[in-house]
């Protein structure tokens, strides 16, 4: 899998602060709750946005009984969405540091920590020993891994 040096070479990877500036501009404080509607312009890293995620649980009928894999999660957005429409648990595995450390942040601010565990990691090499989930989503993630990419989907299908 391309290292987190490699990625941060692509823009929308870089300055992950900038998050802070746009909540910052909503008139929200440096630390304090955010409402998760306002999160979602600018935490869905991948095309279509919500819309997409919509269809994901209309297809795939998620509900609160339901434990989602978000293999390589950015911000956190899809999980925090998920979580919030239909009240369904998912773990968010995201490579890097810097982008781990705002989704941790954005979920804890937004409510949503009981519902959404973050995890830092390469899904090319983390196990996830014990752990079972229903659904395994991999938005945008599998563009990212060239030539892991059968390793990350054998670590996902575990």
């Given at each position: 899998?391309?290292?987190?040096?490699?990625?941060?070479?692509?823009?929308?990877?870089?300055?992950?602060?900038?998050?802070?500036?746009?909540?910052?501009?909503?008139?929200?404080?440096?630390?304090?709750p955010?409402?998760?509607?306002?999160?979602?312009?600018?935490?869905?890293?991948?095309?279509?946005?919500?819309?997409?995620?919509d269809?994901?649980?209309?297809?795939?009928k998620?509900?609160?009984?339901?434990?989602?894999?978000?293999?390589?999660?950015?911000?956190?957005?899809?999980?925090?969405?998920?979580?919030?429409?239909?009240?369904?648990?998912?773990?968010?595995?995201?490579?890097?540091?810097?982008?781990?450390?705002?989704?941790?942040?954005?979920?804890?601010?937004?409510?949503?920590?009981?519902?959404?565990?973050?995890?830092?990691?390469?899904?090319?090499?983390?196990?996830?020993?014990?752990?079972?989930?229903?659904?395994?989503?991999?938005?945008?993630?599998?563009?990212?891994?060239?030539?892991?990419?059968?390793?990350?989907?054998?670590?996902?299908?575990?």
């Amino acid at each position: 899998m391309a290292d987190s040096n490699d990625i941060k070479a692509m823009k929308m990877y870089q300055h992950v602060d900038r998050v802070y500036n746009e909540l910052n501009a909503m008139g929200y404080k440096d630390d304090g709750p955010v409402k998760i509607e306002d999160l979602w312009t600018f935490d869905q890293w991948h095309l279509l946005g919500t819309p997409a995620l919509d269809i994901l649980i209309k297809k795939l009928k998620l509900n609160s009984t339901h434990d989602v894999l978000d293999a390589g999660s950015g911000l956190g957005g899809s999980s925090r969405y998920l979580a919030h429409k239909t009240g369904c648990r998912a773990l968010a595995v995201e490579m890097q540091p810097d982008v781990h450390a705002v989704a941790e942040t954005l979920t804890r601010r937004s409510g949503l920590a009981d519902h959404v565990e973050h995890a830092m990691g390469d899904m090319a090499e983390l196990k996830l020993v014990n752990r079972q989930f229903d659904v395994a989503i991999a938005i945008m993630m599998l563009v990212h891994v060239g030539l892991n990419r059968k390793k990350v989907i054998e670590n996902i299908a575990m």
